[in-house]
């Protein structure tokens, strides 16, 4: 297993953030956050900055799975639907079909679904 630290998200610092509620929300110590981050003073943060989200490599995210068949939307279908009918997770759908357009879904579009 390997414990070397890697981004494992990027954080955009927006209106109110502070490194305590990023780090909170990430639940990590600010001292790690600033440290991976090279901030030297945490109340100079600037709207827009890009924040490296430390973890392990074993905290990425996984790699989409491959398709073990083809779902063609017909009318009435849903995400939630499609995957309670092929009993899989709904954010497993929607990471197996990057390019979709959840909120309009066209009858006659092949969606992968994983395995």
Do not use: W
């Amino acid at each position: 297993m390997n414990t070397s630290l890697v981004c494992i998200d990027v954080y955009t610092v927006s209106e109110g953030d502070t490194l305590y509620t990023i780090a909170e929300k990430y639940d990590l110590p600010v001292s790690l956050l600033m440290r991976v981050n090279c901030i030297d003073n945490p109340y100079n943060l600037q709207i827009g900055t890009r924040l490296c989200i430390p973890g392990t490599e074993d905290q990425l995210p996984k790699p989409p799975q491959q398709c073990m068949m083809k779902h063609t939307v017909v009318a009435g279908d849903t995400l939630y639907l499609i995957a309670k009918k092929h009993s899989i997770r709904l954010d497993a759908l929607m990471r197996a079909n990057p390019t979709m357009d959840p909120y309009n879904l066209m009858i006659g579009t092949e969606l992968c679904i994983p395995g």
